[in-house]
């Protein structure tokens, strides 16, 4: 069973990816370059980005609760 910190490493790492992948996006549409191979590209980079981002944090929370503290 991963610890927190295991998942804050693996969070940040996907967070950081996602980030990259979504200014990348961004950069195209202030150059007007929305269409094309680049593009593309881009959109496939972002989507897989936010599927592996989802899937991680998509975790049932039974499972995430046993790795957390308990509070009080």
Known sequence: M???DDF????HQLL?????????????VSSKCVSGPNWDAAIKRQHDAYERW?????????EASQNTPPVG
């Open 54 to 62: 989802d899937t991680f944090i998509g975790v049932p929370a039974v």
């Open 8 to 11: 804050r490493f693996e969070s």
């Open 16 to 28: 950081l990816e996602l980030d990259a992948a979504t200014m990348g996006m961004m950069q195209l």
């Open 2 to 4: 991963a610890s927190i």
